[in-house]
C-alpha cells in the first residue's frame, strides 16, 4: 500500500492511504524533555474504539510506523448487534458481522436462512451480471468479502472470478482531487 504524508502546519500531519483515498492516521509534535518527538494516532473507523498511540523520534519514522502498526494488528470480522451505532445506517441486524478495512467497511449479512450477502460500503458483492451473489454460510461470504475488499481500487489486482462490486465513487479520476492531493503530499 501506498501512503501520503501530508502536512497542514509545522505540529500536524496526517496519514492517507493513497490508493483507498482513507485517512489512517494522525501525527502531531510533542515537545518534552527529550526534546520534540512526534505522536502518531492510528484512526479506526468506530468512535467508541480507543484510537492505539505511540511516539516516535521523527516525522519520517512516520509512514512505516503505520505501515507496521495495520500489518501486526489487521482488522478482523466481529459480529454485530442491533446495539451498535451502525445499526441505524444498515437496516435491521439479523446476524450481521462487520470489518473495518483501510478500502472501507465490510459485512456480511445473513438474508434467509441459509443465504449471506457480502457488502462494501453499501453495495452487494455481485456476479458479473448484476445479480447478488449469495453464500450458503457466513465464512463463505466472509472469504468472498475479503477476497475482493481492494476490487476497483488503484494499485490492485483483480481477481477473476465473477464476482465484483458496483462501481463506486472513483476519486483517483478526479483530476481536481487528484492535483489537491499531490499539493498536500509531503515529499
Known amino acids: 500500500m501506498k501512503y501520503l504524508l501530508q502536512k497542514y502546519n509545522d505540529d500536524e500531519y496526517d496519514i492517507l492511504n493513497d490508493d483507498a483515498d482513507s485517512l489512517v492516521a494522525s501525527v502531531d509534535r510533542i515537545v518534552g524533555a527529550g526534546g520534540s518527538q512526534y505522536r502518531v494516532q492510528v484512526l479506526v473507523s468506530d468512535p467508541d474504539d480507543e484510537y492505539p498511540e505511540f511516539v516516535i523520534k521523527s516525522i519520517d519514522e512516520a509512514i512505516p510506523a503505520v505501515a507496521a502498526y495495520y500489518e501486526a494488528n489487521p482488522f478482523q470480522w466481529e459480529p454485530e448487534s442491533d446495539r451498535s451505532p451502525r445499526y441505524k445506517q444498515m437496516g ?65 489486482k483483480t481477481i477473476n472470478d465473477g464476482l465484483s462490486w458496483p462501481a463506486e465513487n472513483d476519486w483517483w479520476s478526479n483530476p481536481y482531487r487528484v492535483a489537491n492531493r499531490a499539493r498536500l503530499a509531503v515529499t
Open 92 to 156: 435491521p441486524c439479523r446476524a450481521r458481522h462487520i470489518k473495518d478495512t483501510q478500502f472501507g467497511h465490510l459485512w456480511v449479512d445473513q438474508i434467509e436462512s441459509g443465504q449471506w450477502v457480502a457488502y462494501r460500503m453499501g453495495y452487494a458483492l455481485s456476479f458479473d451480471g448484476g445479480k447478488i451473489a449469495k453464500f450458503a454460510t457466513c465464512e463463505e461470504a466472509q472469504r468472498a468479502a475479503d477476497a475482493h475488499f481492494r476490487d476497483g481500487y488503484p494499485n490492485s
